[in-house]
């Protein structure tokens, strides 16, 4: 397997931060990606280029940049898509990120869901590089939750999970392979589940509103890290 053989991150990256989007940008990356990293010793802020990924298979096309989630937006929008989704405390949940990369998000919900036997965690990664790194990163926690499907989404059978379902994505692919990640979505899990979508760093909304979801909350920022949108299937809409 191909190793990872990105540049190391450095104060030279902070600095160009720093031309490109003023002080506010290097301090916000080191308070929300570097900080997790360090307090933790695991690795996930490390940004890989598409090309960097080494991914296979009829989607590889479609894939994009790999880079983590901050870490306060995680928190919030899942907290939040957790409350608007459960009538009560002990009903099972499938927690899923699309496109888990070197696992940030897993690592969150492992912390906040980890006395919650009701809570399951789930990564899907097709690029073995980063779910590499992701499995590394969960023993250094000695994560217990979370399950790592490494392969194409397309390949993942949605069909036995839990009723309710959170998905969460910063971004994972292009329109292509959204487009058809939702209409499988569709088709696999029963019209009767409920279903909330995270979308950090959304790019494609347009495709969430054509496969019958509307959004119901947004949470605004001067970055596009730093916001996000929850969505929810409409009524007598299967998906």
């Known amino acids: ?4 053989k990105a540049h190391q991150f450095g104060m030279r990256d902070l600095y160009k931060m720093y031309l490109s989007r003023g002080l506010k940008l ?37 894939s994009v940049l790999y880079m983590s989630s ?28 699309v496109g888990s990369g ?15 036997s009701e ?19 969960l023993d250094i926690v000695d994560a217990k939750k979370s399950d790592i499907f490494e392969g194409d989404v397309m390949d993942f059978c949605f069909k036995n999970m839990n009723k309710n379902i959170i998905f969460y994505m910063y971004n994972p692919f292009n329109s292509v392979l959204m487009d058809k990640f939702l209409i499988k979505v569709r088709a696999e899990i029963p019209a009767e589940a409920n279903i909330l979508f995270i979308y950090n ?15 119901i909350v947004s949470k605004k920022s001067w970055h596009p890290n730093g916001q996000y949108k929850i969505y929810s299937p409409q009524k007598n809409t299967k998906i």
């Not at 690592?107 to 869901?113: G, K």
């Not at 760093?201 to 509307?214: C, F, I, P, R």
């Open 201 to 215: 760093n959304s790019v494609h909304d347009d495709l969430m509103e054509k496969a019958g979801v509307k959004e």
């Open 70 to 97: 901050w870490t306060s937006v995680i928190r919030n929008s899942t907290k939040k898509a957790v409350e608007l989704l459960l009538r009560s405390n002990d009903e099972p949940v499938s927690l899923v990120d």
């Open 119 to 137: 809570f399951s965690i789930l990564g899907i990664e097709f690029s073995k590089i980063l779910s590499s790194v992701c499995k590394k990163n």
């Open 26 to 62: 290097p301090i916000m990356y080191f308070l929300e990606n570097l900080l997790f990293d360090i307090t933790r010793g695991v690795s996930t802020h490390q940004y890989l280029q598409a090309d960097e990924l080494h991914v296979d298979g009829d989607n590889a096309k479609h």
């Open 1 to 4: 397997m191909n190793e990872v």
């Open 102 to 116: 070197k696992g940030k998000v897993l690592l969150v919900w492992e912390e906040m869901f980890n006395a919650r």
